[in-house]
Every structure is written in structure tokens, then in C-alpha cells.
């Protein structure tokens, strides 16, 4: 509990020091991106606006409208209270790291060192700040790692309901986290608790009906299984389309014809209009819902022609993307540029910098098969093994750009399995230094 106060009080002082050093959210997130819906909308009718939502699943857009109402429609303001969660997110991941730590078994000193490294680290002062959803995905992912492996070893109702509770709203946060996925997940994790908690099943049923619930509003709502209009656009980004499938499925072609108006109308206003109150497109328009089944069509079409060639042809972004920080990202918060120091190796020897990383997450991966297979602690890392390759997996033959962002979510996971490598290491040597002076 200590460690914790500590890394609370450090994480808290760098932020405030930070903040008024300049680093700040930039409230054109809220304005401009794509995912988020009109600002303004979402402030003054936030369930019409919502229960037309069709392009992302609802919790990011939820949370913009909280913040929206919450601070009279400023998008500053919102963008501000917006980031006091994420740095709320902040103190939840460091305490799960914290709390594996001891759970693994590893030095207290060494754990609490690597928590305050983490959470001082770039990429998560970056995605702390910066008003997307990676942030809060990163931290339901750990978290879920933490209330399974408690879990799994006690059985008792408490990390039960904390896996349950930073599980069941993946899907809800971002269409990468497909419902049957994290319901198989839910239910294996039930299944191998040496230990049941009797509320373990009527728990987890609730929980799959939650994890459910966005899926079945798309069907009933616009006729489609997915929380996701852009689905099909997305595994264009993958594949070649042949003809004029080629452009159609692009996102900067369906931009330009929900401009030039070439589409057909839905009949409801918030999906009909070409532009948000900001001037950027709307991207929950309705030419998504036409278009997107056909691109998903022909896309999954093209890859069960050579499913094989497929695949092999995704390695090269695989390897390619882990070259890159996570953190290397097309929008930052306002000031960032006083932290760039802090990737001087990039800037000085590109290609180096970027074999190291790579070389990097291979030895984690490597390290993470040998710990699944051999350690006390495998089943902690059955579930980080299952849930990187599912991450990896998806995120690289589902979508084609913005890998590293993407990988931030995991990174967590990553760092879990640095902390124990690190602490053999640690136990190695004092077993060696205690031999020695024998």
C-alpha cells in the first residue's frame, strides 16, 4: 500500500509539473477526429446522437458526452476533465503492476523502481494526455490480466469481479475486441479456476450479455453484426481490391463523396450530414453503412482466394511496425515537443534505434514461451501470451495503418513480462553473490 501512496504522490507531482511546464490535451481531438462524434451534438443530445452512433462501438463517445455535459459543451474543459481519467487510468495500471508483483513473488524494490519507470515513461505520458481511447484500453486490458491471474490463484469473489468489470467493456471501447473473443476468454478463465466462486457463472453470464449488448443494438438498429460500420474499410487497407472496388473502399474516397454528396440518403439528419459543426467530415455517416458490407465482402473474398499469401504478406508489417514507439504518433498534445529529447536515439541513428526495438519485443516474445510453458507462475502468462497473439493477430490482418498506436493497448503486457525476466536476473545474481562469498 505504500508503494503505491509513493508512486501516486510521484505521478500526481509530475503532472502538475508537467502542466504547468505546457504539456497539455489538445481539444481539437475532440473537434476533428474522426471517431469522435460531432462535439456540439453529443453536448446537446447525447442518446439521439449515441443511439445513431454506427462507426465505433459507444464507451469513447459516452465518455466525450459525459465530459461534454459536464463542462457546459467547452471542448477545453472536456478535454481537460477527459484527462483526469486518464491519469486515474494511470494510478489503476501502476497498481496492477504493483500488485502482480507481489502476487509473482518479485522484489518489492525492484517492482516499485520499474512501476515509477513505467508511468514516467513516454509513451504512457503521451497516451496519458493525448484524448484517445488508447489509454483507457491499455489499462482494461491489464487489468483483466490482474483480476484473471488473482483469480485463478485465490477463486474468492474479488478479483472476480475486477476481471469481469475491466473485461466486459473492451467491446464497448473499440470493435478490435470482439465479443465472442472476450466471452471465450471470460469463460476459460471460469473454467480453470482450481477454485470456484459460486457467483463465477450467473457473474460471467451477466458480463457476456453486457459484452453483447452493442453488437445486438447494430442489429436491431442498422441490420449488422458489428459495432463497426468501418469494418470492411478497414481490412481494405490489407488487400487489393480489383477495379473501382479499389477506391470505393478507400476512407479518403468515402470522404470525398460524402462532400461532393454522392450517396444515397438515409433519412435521419445525423447521418445524412456531410460535415460536423468543426468543418471535418462526419464519419458516422450513413454511406458507411451502404458501402461497408460490400468491402467486407469483397475483402474477405480476396483472402480466402490465398489465405496463406495473406498472412505471409502481413509479416512484413508485423516486423516493420515494432521498429516504431508506440508514442510515434500523427497527433500529440500541445507541448510535447519539450519531451522529444527523450527519443534522442531515434533522432541520431534511425535504423539502429529501430533494430534494438525489434530485437527487443523478439527476446520478450521468446522469453514470454519460455515462461508459458515452464514457470510456476505459467498460468499469468498463458493468459499474457493468448491475449498478445489475439491483439497482434487482429490488429495487423484487420487493419492496415497506425500499428503502433495500436500496440500501446499491449505494451502493459509487454512490460509484465520485462519485470519478471528482470527479477531472475535479480535472483540470479544474489544466489551467485551469496555462493561466492561462501
Same mark, same amino acid.
Given at each position: 500500500? @505504500? ?73 477545453? @474543459?472536456?478535454? %481537460? ?64 490480466? #490482474? ?67 452493442? #453488437? ?6 442498422? %441490420?449488422?453484426?458489428? #459495432? ?211
Amino acid at each position: 500500500m @505504500k508503494d503505491f501512496l509513493y508512486v501516486t504522490v510521484i505521478v500526481l507531482a509530475t503532472r502538475l509539473a508537467l502542466h504547468f511546464a505546457g504539456l497539455a490535451p489538445d481539444a481539437a481531438t475532440l473537434l476533428n477526429h474522426m471517431q469522435v462524434l460531432d462535439f456540439e451534438i453529443l453536448a446537446a443530445q447525447p442518446i439521439e446522437a449515441l443511439w445513431w452512433l454506427h462507426m465505433q462501438p459507444p464507451l469513447w463517445n459516452m465518455l466525450v458526452a459525459g465530459s461534454a455535459i459536464a463542462t457546459d459543451g467547452d471542448p477545453g @474543459k472536456a478535454a %481537460g476533465l477527459i484527462h483526469v481519467v486518464h491519469i486515474g487510468a494511470t494510478l489503476v495500471m501502476a497498481g496492477c503492476i504493483l500488485f502482480l508483483g507481489r502476487l509473482l513473488g518479485c522484489g518489492r524494490a525492484l517492482v516499485f523502481v520499474l512501476c515509477l519507470f513505467f508511468v514516467l515513461s513516454p509513451p504512457v505520458i503521451y497516451f496519458e494526455t493525448y484524448i484517445f481511447y488508447s489509454h483507457l484500453s491499455a489499462t482494461l486490458v491489464l487489468g483483466s490480466v #490482474t483480476g484473471a491471474f488473482a483469480y485463478l490463484r485465490s477463486g474468492h469473489i474479488g478479483p472476480l469481479l475486477f476481471f469481469l468489470t475491466t473485461l466486459a467493456p473492451l467491446p464497448w471501447l473499440w470493435s478490435i475486441f470482439h465479443p465472442v473473443a472476450i466471452s471465450v476468454f471470460a469463460f476459460a478463465i471460469i473454467v480453470a479456476a482450481p477454485r470456484r466462486s459460486p457467483w463465477a457463472t450467473p457473474l460471467a453470464t451477466v458480463s457476456i450479455l453486457i459484452v453483447f449488448a452493442p #453488437t445486438l443494438k447494430s442489429v436491431l438498429v442498422f %441490420g449488422q453484426p458489428t #459495432t463497426s460500420s468501418w469494418l470492411g474499410f478497414n481490412i481494405s487497407q490489407t488487400v487489393q481490391h480489383p477495379n473501382e472496388l479499389e477506391f470505393q473502399c478507400r476512407f479518403s474516397e468515402a470522404f470525398e463523396d460524402i462532400r461532393q454528396g454522392r450517396y444515397t440518403p438515409y433519412g435521419e439528419p445525423l447521418l445524412d450530414a456531410p460535415l460536423k459543426s468543426s468543418g471535418f467530415v462526419n464519419a458516422n455517416h450513413a454511406l458507411f453503412l451502404e458501402r461497408g458490407p460490400v468491402c467486407v465482402e469483397a475483402a474477405v473474398e480476396i483472402i480466402l482466394e490465398d489465405p496463406f499469401g495473406f498472412a505471409m504478406s502481413r509479416l512484413g508489417p508485423v516486423v516493420e511496425s515494432h521498429g516504431t514507439p508506440s508514442h510515434y504518433y500523427f497527433f500529440g498534445p500541445i507541448g510535447w515537443d519539450m519531451l522529444e529529447a527523450l527519443d534522442h536515439p531515434w533522432d541520431e541513428d534511425l535504423a539502429g534505434a529501430q533494430t534494438a526495438l525489434r530485437m527487443v519485443f523478439a527476446a520478450l516474445i521468446l522469453a514470454l514461451l519460455g515462461l508459458a510453458i515452464g514457470s510456476k507462475n505459467r498460468s499469468l502468462f498463458v493468459i499474457v501470451l493468448a491475449w498478445i497473439l489475439y491483439f497482434e493477430t487482429v490488429s495487423h490482418l484487420l487493419n492496415g495503418q497506425e500499428q503502433q498506436r495500436m500496440r500501446y493497448t499491449i505494451e502493459p503486457l509487454y512490460f509484465l513480462v520485462a519485470i519478471y525476466c528482470i527479477d531472475i536476473l535479480r535472483r540470479h545474481l544474489v544466489h551467485r553473490t551469496k555462493r561466492t562469498r561462501a
